[in-house]
C-alpha cells in the first residue's frame, strides 16, 4: 500500500512509523509540513491510499481529507483532547495512558478512532524519554493495528468516546510554573519532567529568566528552597521545600524580537552567577541506596562490569567523552570478562555536542576538540583485547554516536531503536573509525548506500543487514534487566575465551593490513576541511538544528533516496 507521512518534524517517532511500516512492505513516503500549513499540496502530487500524520502539525486542510483517509496519531487515550496530552499526563501523574489513532476531519481531535494501545506511565521518567519509548511502542502498535483495518476494507472505525478528559488547552508557563517555598519536590519533579525537552519551565533566578530542562532526585543536599546548592559534570542542584533536584540543563528566555535560544549545561548557562556554588562529586561506583543524578555510573555483576551513561538528547559533548573514557578504563581494569556499555533506557549517543559547538567562542575548534575526544573513546573500545565488549542500545544512535555501537564486539538494542549511521544531513564527511567498523559490519557496498541515502535503520533491518547482532524485544522499562541476564549468560559461555583470542588475533590482523592511525587521519583530514574551510554547509546546517528551525520543504534525502532504498530492500 502506497502511505504518505506528513509531519512537522522528521523526529524520533516519524523515523519509527516509516520504518516500521517498510518493515511490512508498504510504500512509504515522507512531507514535512511546516507549522504554518503551507506544502499539504504535496498529497496530490504523491497520489496515496492512505495519509498518516505521525506527529501532528497545522490542522489537517479539508481539501485533504475529504479526498482521501487521513489518520493522525494523538498522544493521549480515546477520548483525550488538546495538544498537551503527554504534557498533562506526567504533570498530574497519570499512571496509564495510551495513544489513539483517529480520522481527521472538520474539528480536531474529534473524529473516529481507528486504532489505540494503551500503557503503563514509569516513574522517575521524563516527557522526551517517555515519547521515544512507551509513547512510541504504543503508536506503532496502533499505527500498524488502523493500517492493516484500512487496508481490509471492511471495518468501520469507532466514534470517539465522550467520556474522557476531553479538549483541554495547551498547558501554559502560568501552570507549569514551580512555587520553590511551597511544592514538594514530587511535584517539582513531575513539573520540570513534563516539559523537559519543550517547552521546559519558565524559572527567574541568578539574575535572569531560564528555561529549567530535565529534572532528577537528589537524596542528600538539603537548602533554602530555590537556592542553588551545587552543580555536577555541568548540571546545578536546586533546593525544594523537603529535599532538592539536579536540573541538567538550561535555556536563556530569548529577547523579544532577539535570535532564538537554545539548551546548554545548566552551570555553563549561569557562568559568573554561580561564583561560589561548590561542586558536589559523586563516585563512578555509587553505594548501594544513593538515590542521586549522574550521568555515568558503573556497575557490576560478577564477571560482567557495566558502564551506564545517559546524556540529554545524546549529545556526546568533549567533556562527557573525556568522562567516559575514564570510566570506560576503570571498566577495564576490573577483574572482568565482559564489559557492557549504555544499557539505559534512552539514547545510545548522537556524537558530537552540537549546543555546546553552536555556543562556543570558535565552533570549529570546539567540534574539532569533540571529534579527537570521540576518536580517543572509539579508539580504547577498538583496541581492548583482553575481554569482549558489547553496546547495548535501549534507544536511538546516530552518526558518532552509532559509530561508538558499532565499535563492540556486539551490539544489541531493542526493538524500537532507530539508527543513523551516517554524517552527511550535517554536511560532515565524519569520523569516529567509522570508515573501518562500518564496512566491517555491513561490507563496503551497504556501508555505502547508508551514508550516501542517509536514511535511518529500524532494528530489523540493523539486524538482517549486520549492523547489529541481537534484538531484544522488552519494554524499556526491563532493558537493562534483560541486558544484564544475557549479559552474565555471554560471560558465562565456555568459548568465551576462544572468543577473545580470536578477537585479539583479528585486531592484530587488521592493524597489519591498514592500521588504525591511517583510518582516524584519512577521516579527519576530510572532516577538517567541513569545519575550517569557507563555504562549508557544516555550521549553517548544525545553526539551524540547535535552534530548532525545520527545513522550508522536505529534504532532498527524503524525497530521492526513500525511492530507491524501497527499490533495493523489496
Not at 191 to 212: H, N, Q
Not at 270 to 290: C, I, Q, S, T
Request: proline content about 8%.
Amino acid at each position: 500500500m502506497r502511505i504518505l507521512l506528513v509531519a512537522s518534524a522528521f523526529n524520533s517517532l516519524t523515523q519509527r512509523v516509516l520504518v516500521e511500516l517498510e518493515e511490512r512492505g508498504h510504500a512509504v513516503s515522507v512531507e514535512l509540513v511546516p507549522g504554518d500549513g503551507s506544502g499539504w499540496g504535496a498529497v496530490e502530487r504523491h497520489a496515496p491510499d492512505l495519509v498518516l500524520v505521525p506527529t501532528p502539525t497545522a490542522a489537517v486542510p479539508r481539501k485533504v481529507w475529504s479526498a482521501r483517509t487521513c489518520l493522525v496519531v494523538h498522544p493521549g487515550p480515546p477520548g483525550d483532547r488538546g495538544p498537551s496530552s503527554l504534557d498533562r499526563a506526567l504533570q498530574d501523574g497519570a499512571g496509564q495512558w495510551g495513544v489513539t489513532v483517529f480520522q481527521a476531519g472538520e474539528e480536531p481531535d474529534t473524529g473516529p478512532v481507528w486504532a489505540s494501545a494503551p500503557f503503563s506511565v514509569p516513574q522517575q521518567v521524563g516527557k522526551s524519554d517517555l515519547y521515544r519509548g512507551e509513547v512510541a511502542d504504543a503508536a506503532v502498535e496502533a499505527v500498524l493495528l488502523a493500517v492493516r483495518r484500512f487496508a481490509s476494507g471492511a471495518y468501520t472505525p469507532r466514534p470517539r468516546p465522550e467520556d474522557g478528559p476531553g479538549p483541554r488547552p495547551c498547558l501554559g508557563q502560568e501552570e507549569r510554573r514551580i512555587d520553590w517555598e511551597n511544592e514538594p519536590t514530587r511535584v517539582v519533579l513531575r513539573k520540570l519532567r513534563a516539559a523537559d525537552s519543550r517547552p521546559g519551565v519558565l524559572d527567574e533566578f541568578a539574575g535572569g529568566e531560564w528555561y529549567l530542562h530535565g529534572g532528577h532526585y537528589e537524596d542528600r543536599l538539603r537548602g533554602r528552597p530555590g537556592e542553588v546548592l551545587a552543580t555536577r559534570c555541568g548540571a546545578i542542584c536546586r533546593a525544594t521545600t523537603d529535599g532538592a533536584v539536579w536540573i541538567p540543563r538550561l535555556r536563556p528566555r530569548p529577547r523579544p524580537g532577539g535570535p532564538g535560544t537554545f539548551t546548554l549545561p545548566a552551570a555553563l548557562a549561569l557562568g559568573d552567577r554561580l561564583r561560589g556554588v561548590p561542586e558536589a562529586p559523586v563516585p563512578l561506583w555509587l553505594p548501594a541506596g544513593r538515590l542521586t543524578w549522574s550521568e555515568i555510573r558503573y556497575e557490576e555483576s560478577g564477571p560482567v562490569g557495566f558502564v551506564r551513561f545517559s546524556f540529554p538528547g545524546g549529545a556526546t559533548g568533549t567533556d562527557r567523552c573525556r568522562r567516559l573514557l575514564d570510566a570506560y578504563r576503570f571498566a577495564c581494569s576490573r577483574p572482568t570478562q565482559v564489559v557492557v556499555l549504555g544499557a539505559c533506557r534512552d539514547f545510545f549517543s548522537n556524537g558530537i555536542d552540537l549546543n555546546l559547538i553552536e555556543a562556543a567562542d570558535d565552533p570549529a575548534e570546539e567540534a574539532w576538540a569533540n571529534l579527537h575526544a570521540m576518536d580517543d573513546l572509539v579508539e580504547a573500545v577498538l583496541t581492548t583485547t583482553d575481554r569482549l565488549v558489547v553496546s547495548a542500545l535501549g534507544g536511538n544512535a546516530s552518526a558518532g554516536g552509532a559509530m561508538l555501537a558499532l565499535a563492540a564486539d556486539e551490539v544489541w538494542c531493542r526493538t524500537g531503536t532507530v539508527l543513523n549511521p551516517h554524517y552527511r544531513l550535517m554536511g560532515l564527511y565524519g569520523s569516529e573509525y567509522w570508515t573501518y567498523t562500518l564496512p566491517r559490519r555491513v561490507g563496503a557496498e551497504e556501508a555505502e548506500r547508508l551514508t550516501r541515502q542517509a536514511l535511518p535503520v529500524g532494528a530489523t533491518a540493523a539486524l538482517r543487514t549486520g549492523l547489529v547482532d541481537r534484538v531484544l524485544s522488552v519494554a524499556p522499562e526491563n532493558f537493562f534487566r534483560e541486558v544484564a541476564r544475557m549479559a552474565v549468560g555471554l560471560a558465562a559461555d565456555p568459548s568465551l575465551q576462544t572468543r577473545i583470542g580470536e578477537k585479539k588475533v583479528a585486531r592484530e590482523r587488521d592493524e597489519a593490513v591498514r592500521p588504525l592511525r591511517d583510518h582516524r587521519a584519512t577521516e579527519l583530514a576530510r572532516t577538517h576541511r567541513c569545519l575550517f574551510r569557507a563555504g562549508e554547509p557544516h555550521h549553517a546546517l548544525r545553526s539551524a538544528f540547535v535552534r530548532g528551525e525545520g527545513p522550508a520543504r522536505t529534504p532532498e534525502h527524503l524525497t530521492e533516496a526513500l525511492p530507491r532504498r524501497r527499490t533495493f530492500e523489496l
